[in-house]
Nanobody
Framework: QVQLVESGGGLVQPGGSLRLSCAAS????????MGWYRQAPAKQRELVAG????????NYADSVKGRFTISRDNAKNTVYLQMNSLKPEDTAVYYC???????????????WGQGTQVTVSS
């Protein structure tokens, strides 16, 4: 019903930058909060950044504050994550999340993308 497709991952050297994108499509009436999570090997999935529908509230994990920037384009149902000054510890699979209403009167439901690998290594 709802698909989230991430793109923009890859291999980058320490200190480099990447920009992740996540486009939502399918049966969508409204998208509320959107966010990025990541999961490194043998670790739990953690919130990296989140943004409300109007962009009025944004939060970041302490480990990425000042280096990552989340933004969204509601006309395109797309959320972005600009990642600068990347460190080896940022290596993980990054997942997009969106809270979606698929029809008027129905409840919000969370949807996830398939994940995109980010590897920071020299």
């Amino acid at each position: 019903q709802v698909q989230l497709v991430e793109s923009g991952g890859g291999l980058v050297q320490p200190g480099g930058s990447l920009r992740l994108s996540c486009a939502a499509s399918g049966r969508i009436f409204s998208i509320n909060d959107m966010g990025w999570y990541r999961q490194a090997p043998a670790k739990q999935r953690e919130l990296v950044a989140g943004i409300t529908r109007d962009g009025g509230s944004i939060n970041y994990a302490d480990s990425v504050k000042g280096r990552f920037t989340i933004s969204r384009d509601n006309a395109k149902n797309t959320v972005y994550l600009q990642m600068n000054s990347l460190k080896p510890e940022d290596t993980a699979v990054y997942y997009c999340n969106a809270l979606v209403i698929i029809a008027p009167g129905l409840a919000l439901r969370p949807y996830w993308g398939q994940g995109t690998q980010v590897t920071v290594s020299s």
